[in-house]
Each structure stands twice: as structure tokens, then as C-alpha cells.
């Protein structure tokens, strides 16, 4: 009899237990009704994203936005880590891990793109986008997504354009105020034989080379000078390195959004569409971060030292005029081009439009 109790004791001990358990998943299913219950055993995928700017930079600002939108849309199933001042390499760099597989995002400026995809060539012709309206109307349009959709061929993705800015001259030397004072000057230009053409015909001596090299080759006079947006003078502190900007507004930049197509194929329609949605929203934050400062950057460039020189409308069609030819020979379908026939004249199209449009 007492053997008996003891079991029957030890068997109600057990069933108490088990009922225990159930209410405690029970109590998780009704806490899961008020909220979507987190998927503690769903591997969280992590996206690491790399730029060249610093953190500073509006364009590091856009990314943390976009990082902050995927995670909170993916409700934490994506991570993302934000790698900025070039730790993970330079554009080139970072575009080829892209291709490997080995990093999920970057955002280089669209001239060293020529290596990967040539058409991309067609946004370094000097003096295309005559302001940033005409440059958001084609690049947000059709002839702008036809050449994102050149990207898959080369295991990229193209999200969305962003904005690097107009490029301007600045060099340690002196003040450029004309063709003739280009003479000689050794400007570091991007990767890409359009710019390095462009330098040649107004008389400067150009050397192709990353931007992660840059400073240091200003500070060690390996070159005289470079070109890049206000925005990237003042945030990558060239000032220290330079004394003179030429407002020569000579190219419009624009950066892509690009992620691996290894990652973007491994996820969800749901997930590439937040992808896209938060590189749209980031891109007209990022857009308008820059354009609202740059009045600013000027003069913050103007205190720490620099002296500004603006170009005159005389000078600005002199340098069309002498860059122009430097484009031409880039431009058909032959394998030494780099522009198709189909796109510039789309693009010219585009422009056109725009122009009309914004009188
Ligand atoms: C930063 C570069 C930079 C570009 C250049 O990664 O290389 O001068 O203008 O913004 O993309």
C-alpha cells in the first residue's frame, strides 16, 4: 500500500510538472498575440556595408538610416554593421568582394563602376547635368534603371542612386581661374580613362588612384591636386592638405547603392523590397543633407583657410569646349568604347527633357 502511495505520490508530482510547462508556452502564445514573437532560433543574417567617406559624411548618415529601416522592417531577422573611412578597401575593392560574396553592400561613386559595368561611363561626361535637378530627373528615371539593370550581369544590384555631388578642383599650388592655369597641375583623378582624358586635354598632368590613397599623396605632394564635391573636401579634411578651390562644377557625381547578388538572391521578395524602399528614402535624406550645407561647407572651408576662386561663364564654356573632344572617342559600340551608342543617346534625351521641363 505505502509502495503504492509513494508511486502514485512521484506520478502527481510529474503531471503538476508538465502542466506547469504547457501554461508557460501558453502564457508565450498569448504573449505572442500582442506581439510578433521573436525568432530566437531564426538565424539573424547580417549585412556588412563598407564606404570610403567617414562618418561624418552625409552618406555615412544615409546608411545608418538605411541600416536602422531594414532592421526595423526585417523585425531583427537582418542585421547590419556599418563599415565607413574605407575599412573594407577602396570602391574597386569593396565592388569586387561584392562580386565574391564577401561583402553585402557598398556605395562607391558611379566612375570606377566603368571597370565592372561601361556604360556607367556615360555620368563622368563633364558638364552633363547642368544642376541637381536634371541630374535626379535621369537618374531616377528609365534610362537610369537601364543602366542598374546592366548590374546582375556582374553579380551586383543596384538599388539606388545617391548623391556624391559636383566635382571641384582643389590643389596646393595656385589659384585656377582659366584653361591655362590647368597647365601642368598633377591631379589625382578616380579610376576611369573619361577623367583621366578630360585632365589631359586642359593641359594637367592626372594620375589615376584610389581614394583610401588620397590624402597621403596630397600631404606627400605625390600629386598637386584632386576634384571631389565640397561635402568630400571639407568632411575628408583636404584643407589641411590644400590651399586653393576652383568652383569648376565640372561633373556631376553620383554614388550607387549596390549589394551582392549572392545576398540579394538568398532573400525574400519582401526583404528585396524593403532593401530598395530604404535606399529610396536614405538616398532623398542623403540627397538633401548635402544640398542644404553646401552654402555652408563653403564657408566652413573659407575659415579653415582655403581660398575660393568661382569660374566665370567665359571660362566654364572654354573648358566644355576643350573636354568635349577628350569624351567623343569613348562613345559607340565598338570594344574600345566605353559608352554604347544606345545609352548616350538616351541619356542625352534625358537630359534634354529635364532641361525643358525645369526652365
Ligand atoms: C569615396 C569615393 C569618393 C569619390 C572619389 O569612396 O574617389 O574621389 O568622389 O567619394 O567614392
Same mark, same amino acid.
Given at each position: 500500500m505505502k509502495k503504492f502511495l509513494t508511486i502514485m505520490l512521484i506520478l502527481s508530482f510529474i503531471l503538476l510538472a508538465l502542466a506547469g510547462c504547457s501554461s508557460s508556452t501558453k502564457t508565450n502564445v498569448d504573449a505572442g498575440n500582442a506581439q510578433v514573437?521573436?525568432?530566437?532560433?531564426? !538565424?539573424?543574417?547580417?549585412?556588412? *556595408? /563598407?564606404?570610403? %567617406?567617414?562618418?561624418t559624411h552625409p552618406e555615412y548618415k544615409a546608411l545608418i538610416k538605411w541600416k536602422q529601416l531594414v532592421e526595423e522592417k526585417t523585425k531583427g531577422a537582418i542585421k547590419v554593421e556599418a563599415y565607413p573611412s574605407g575599412q573594407m578597401g577602396d #570602391?574597386?575593392?569593396?565592388?569586387?568582394?561584392?562580386?565574391?560574396?564577401?561583402?553585402?553592400?557598398?556605395?562607391?561613386?558611379?566612375? +570606377?563602376?566603368?571597370?565592372?559595368?561601361?556604360?556607367? *561611363?556615360?555620368?563622368?561626361?563633364p558638364f552633363l547635368f547642368a544642376n541637381s535637378k536634371v541630374a535626379d530627373a535621369v537618374l531616377d528615371g528609365p534610362v /537610369? =534603371? =537601364?543602366? %542598374? #539593370?546592366? &548590374?546582375?550581369? *556582374?553579380? %551586383?544590384?543596384?538599388?539606388?542612386?545617391?548623391?556624391?555631388?559636383?566635382?571641384?578642383? @582643389?590643389?596646393?599650388?595656385? +589659384?585656377?581661374?582659366?584653361? #591655362? #592655369?590647368?597647365?601642368?597641375? !598633377?591631379?589625382?583623378?578616380?579610376?576611369?580613362?573619361?577623367? &583621366?582624358?578630360?585632365?589631359?586635354?586642359?593641359?594637367?598632368?592626372?594620375?589615376?588612384?584610389?581614394? @583610401?590613397?588620397?590624402? @597621403? *599623396? &596630397?600631404?606627400? /605632394?605625390?600629386?598637386?591636386? =584632386?576634384?571631389?564635391? &565640397?561635402?568630400?573636401?571639407?568632411?575628408?579634411?583636404?584643407?589641411?592638405? =590644400?590651399?586653393?578651390?576652383?568652383? @569648376?562644377?565640372?561633373?556631376?557625381?553620383?554614388?550607387?547603392f549596390l549589394m551582392s547578388k549572392k545576398f540579394w538572391d538568398a532573400s525574400t521578395p519582401e526583404?528585396?523590397?524593403?532593401?530598395?524602399?530604404?535606399?529610396?528614402?536614405?538616398?532623398?535624406?542623403?540627397?538633401? %543633407?548635402?544640398?542644404d550645407g553646401n552654402d555652408q561647407y563653403r564657408q566652413d572651408l573659407i575659415d579653415k583657410g582655403m581660398k575660393f576662386t568661382d569660374i566665370t561663364p567665359e571660362v566654364h564654356q572654354q573648358l566644355v569646349e576643350k573636354s568635349s573632344p577628350a569624351v567623343e572617342k569613348f562613345i559607340g559600340d565598338g570594344a574600345d568604347k566605353l559608352i554604347s551608342t544606345d545609352i548616350y543617346n538616351k541619356v542625352k534625351a534625358a537630359v534634354k527633357e529635364a532641361e525643358a521641363q525645369n526652365k
Open positions: 514573437p521573436e525568432k530566437k532560433d531564426a !538565424k539573424v543574417r547580417t549585412i556588412r *556595408a /563598407g564606404i570610403g %567617406l567617414t562618418e #570602391d574597386r575593392t569593396m565592388t569586387e568582394n561584392l562580386q565574391m560574396g564577401t561583402l553585402e553592400v557598398t556605395i562607391p561613386s558611379t566612375a +570606377p563602376m566603368v571597370n565592372f559595368v561601361k556604360d556607367f *561611363a556615360v555620368y563622368d561626361i /537610369g =534603371q =537601364q543602366l %542598374l #539593370d546592366e &548590374l546582375p550581369a *556582374a553579380n %551586383l544590384v543596384g538599388l539606388a542612386y545617391w548623391e556624391n555631388g559636383f566635382r571641384n578642383l @582643389t590643389n596646393s599650388k595656385h +589659384p585656377v581661374a582659366s584653361v #591655362d #592655369d590647368f597647365k601642368g597641375l !598633377k591631379i589625382r583623378t578616380m579610376e576611369n580613362k573619361i577623367h &583621366l582624358e578630360v585632365f589631359r586635354s586642359l593641359g594637367a598632368n592626372p594620375t589615376p588612384m584610389a581614394f @583610401t590613397e588620397l590624402f @597621403t *599623396a &596630397l600631404q606627400q /605632394g605625390t600629386v598637386d591636386g =584632386q576634384e571631389n564635391p &565640397l561635402v568630400t573636401i571639407y568632411n575628408s579634411k583636404f584643407y589641411e592638405v =590644400q590651399k586653393y578651390v576652383s568652383m @569648376t562644377n565640372h561633373v556631376y557625381s553620383p554614388f550607387v526583404e528585396q523590397k524593403i532593401f530598395v524602399d530604404a535606399a529610396k528614402e536614405a538616398r532623398d535624406y542623403e540627397r538633401k %543633407l548635402i544640398r
